[in-house]
């Protein structure tokens, strides 16, 4: 989409501020933890994946292309080496040649100035977020804030048309069914913006980690506190960051293998239970601790 083509660019004149992130000791390591999948899959995915009675599960359909911005070179580098390696063992396409950016992790003192700096002269950036939602962002005393821009195609790939009344319509040789929609909702873009108060003692593994499947999670309006089985528990109240995960959990690369390989084009009970089977399927291979 246009309005995420010049994101890095728009965002960089905003003047993001460094962080006193600590380099990973390790930049290669994942958590193992979960030796017994059974009844946890459904735990992690309640709380990390709430059920949706109406609508669909959207992820990402092209490669990533991740930037930073507000972090100093060398911690930079070492995000985005993470992020790459990560992506790698989960599955999921990066583009490799130069790209537009359509997964940011931005770093600043005031996220609520920046979201607002957004609504006044870059609302393009917030596009189908809704007021309240902005708000909520905004004001949040949480030391981060995400969302996601989505929109919906026909199953067959088939962008929707608005005709001159407005009104988006799909044309399309694909049935419907009781099971299988005629469209599918997609993530174009994610954004994260992190203030530096709440990244004292947090590793880059830990924000490339974090910040990873947070951007690819699709993103409910009333999120829920997430489980400690996942690197999403870092920001939690009351945790600190020695005490967090320290990378990403195989519960986490279970789900980001599953969400990247599962229909979408399917309505969201169905995705979220083939969600959690392959889940399960991945959890099967984890070696016993």
Same mark, same amino acid.
């Given at each position: 989409?246009?309005?995420?083509?010049?994101?890095?660019?728009?965002?960089?004149?905003?003047?993001?501020?460094?962080?006193?992130?600590?380099?990973?000791?390790?930049?290669?390591?994942?958590?193992?933890?979960?030796?017994?999948?059974?009844?946890?899959?459904?735990?992690?995915?309640?709380?990390?994946?709430?059920?949706?009675?109406?609508?669909?599960?959207?992820?990402?359909?092209?490669?990533?292309?991740?930037?930073?911005?507000?972090?100093?070179? +060398?911690?930079?580098?070492?995000? =985005?080496?993470?992020?790459?390696?990560?992506?790698?063992?989960?599955?999921?396409?990066?583009?490799?040649a130069k790209c537009r950016a359509n997964?940011?992790?931005?770093?600043?003192?005031?996220?609520?100035?920046?979201?607002?700096?957004?609504?006044?002269?870059?609302?393009?950036?917030?596009?189908?977020? $809704?007021?309240?939602?902005? +708000?909520?962002?905004?004001?949040?005393?949480?030391?981060?804030?995400?969302?996601?821009?989505?929109?919906?195609?026909?199953?067959?790939?088939?962008? /929707?048309?608005?005709?001159?009344?407005?009104?988006?319509?799909?044309?399309?040789?694909?049935?419907?069914?009781?099971?299988?929609?005629?469209?599918?909702?997609?993530?174009? $873009?994610?954004?994260?913006?992190?203030?530096?108060?709440?990244?004292?003692?947090?590793?880059?593994?830990?924000?490339?980690?974090?910040?990873?499947?947070?951007?690819?999670?699709?993103?409910?309006?009333?999120?829920?506190?997430?489980?400690?089985?996942?690197?999403?528990?870092?920001? +939690?109240?009351?945790?600190?960051?020695?005490?967090?995960?320290?990378?990403?959990?195989?519960?986490?690369?279970?789900?980001?293998?599953? /969400?990247?390989?599962?229909?979408?084009?399917?309505?969201?009970?169905?995705?979220?239970?083939?969600?959690?089977?392959? =889940?399960?399927?991945? =959890?099967?291979?984890?070696?016993?601790?």
């Open positions: 989409m246009v309005f995420l083509l010049a994101l890095s660019a728009a965002l960089a004149a905003l003047d993001p501020a460094t962080t006193p992130l600590a380099p990973a000791a390790d930049s290669q390591a994942i958590v193992i933890e979960g030796t017994n999948p059974k009844g946890r899959a459904n735990s992690y995915l309640d709380k990390v994946l709430p059920p949706i009675f109406d609508g669909q599960i959207g992820r990402f359909e092209d490669p990533l292309c991740p930037a930073t911005i507000g972090l100093p070179d +060398n911690l930079r580098d070492e995000v =985005m080496k993470r992020l790459a390696l990560v992506a790698s063992v989960a599955r999921i396409p990066l583009d490799a997964l940011v992790i931005i770093v600043v003192d005031d996220k609520k100035a920046l979201i607002e700096g957004m609504r006044r002269k870059k609302d393009a950036y917030l596009y189908g977020i $809704g007021t309240a939602r902005v +708000n909520q962002l905004a004001s949040s005393p949480a030391p981060v804030a995400a969302w996601q821009i989505t929109d919906v195609i026909g199953a067959d790939g088939m962008p /929707l048309r608005t005709d001159g009344d407005g009104y988006p319509r799909l044309f399309t040789t694909v049935p419907p069914s009781r099971i299988v929609e005629t469209t599918r909702k997609r993530i174009i $873009g994610s954004v994260i913006v992190l203030e530096q108060r709440g990244l004292v003692n947090v590793t880059t593994r830990q924000l490339a980690d974090y910040a990873l499947v947070r951007l690819l999670a699709p993103m409910e309006p009333k999120e829920r506190t997430p489980p400690g089985s996942s690197v999403l528990s870092l920001f +939690n109240p009351g945790v600190r960051p020695e005490n967090a995960p320290q990378s990403l959990t195989w519960w986490d690369l279970a789900f980001l293998r599953a /969400l990247s390989e599962t229909r979408s084009d399917i309505v969201a009970d169905v995705q979220r239970h083939e969600i959690r089977e392959r =889940m399960l399927q991945e =959890m099967a291979k984890v070696p016993q601790q």
